[in-house]
T-cell receptor, first 117, second 114 residues
Framework: AQSVAQPEDQVNVAEGNPLTVKCTYSVSGNPYLFWYVQYPNRGLQFLLKYITGDNLVKGSYGFEAEFNKSQTSFHLKKPSALVSDSALYFCAVRDRSEYSSASKIIFGSGTRLSIRP | DGGITQSPKYLFRKEGQNVTLSCEQNLNHDAMYWYRQDPGQGLRLIYYSQIVNDFQKGDIAEGYSVSREKKESFPLTVTSAQKNPTAFYLC?????????????FGDGTRLSIL
């Protein structure tokens, strides 16, 4: 069975410091991995994805994520946090052995990122 | 601009009443989805549709119904059988043929019980 874990409900970081939001996954095959961000009373916005190739993926708003197959992790990172980065972040996984784009995408429970000035 | 429009933004349901949430997309996507979001939980899939006139149950379909008569539209009805409907409902769409493509989300409908 597929699963995604975001072990931290909340992450607090000072503005200008680096940030990491953790994500680990479990799938039967090789995964497609995604990060989304959600601002209050809004839908999810796509940040970045890992399909294949370079383990370091760069995305929107200066975010990046590192795929680590041995640790089954896909942590979201940013070198210098902004107050405007404060939001809810979701990791998601889909087993690439499933052809259909529907279903089988599993979302983590979310991590609230709070950046203090 | 292309995107997904959900309406209304806020909705209140009376006891025993069915309510319908609207979702329209102009992205020319084949696949559409409905998710429920509760505080402290991730998104849970209610229903999804890969093509017009076809849809499948997700993980929590009981008490909900959908239709897909047009490619652009995927309305969700919350029936009186759904005893705990208070939640934030999100509609999403994606290109059907490419499972590595991200889903695009609307801005949600917040449903509450009167």
């Amino acid at each position: 069975a597929q699963s995604v874990a975001q072990p931290e409900d909340q992450v607090n970081v000072a503005e200008g410091n680096p940030l990491t939001v953790k994500c680990t996954y479990s799938v039967s095959g090789n995964p497609y991995l995604f990060w989304y961000v959600q601002y209050p009373n809004r839908g999810l916005q796509f940040l970045l994805k890992y399909i294949t190739g370079d383990n370091l993926v760069k995305g929107s708003y200066g975010f990046e994520a590192e795929f680590n197959k041995s640790q089954t992790s896909f942590h979201l990172k940013k070198p210098s946090a902004l107050v405007s980065d404060s939001a809810l972040y979701f990791c998601a996984v889909r087993d690439r052995s499933e052809y259909s784009s529907a279903s089988k995408i599993i979302f983590g429970s979310g991590t609230r990122l709070s950046i203090r000035p | 601009d292309g995107g997904i429009t959900q309406s209304p933004k806020y909705l209140f349901r009376k006891e025993g009443q069915n309510v319908t949430l609207s979702c329209e997309q102009n992205l020319n996507h084949d696949a559409m989805y409905w998710y429920r979001q509760d505080p402290g939980q991730g998104l849970r899939l209610i229903y999804y549709s890969q093509i017009v006139n076809d849809f499948q149950k997700g993980d929590i379909a009981e008490g909900y119904s959908v239709s897909r008569e047009k490619k652009e539209s995927f309305p969700l009805t919350v029936t009186s059988a759904q005893k705990n409907p208070t939640a934030f409902y999100l509609c999403a769409s994606s290109m059907r043929e490419h499972s590595n493509q991200p889903q695009h989300f609307g801005d949600g409908t917040r449903l509450s019980i009167l």
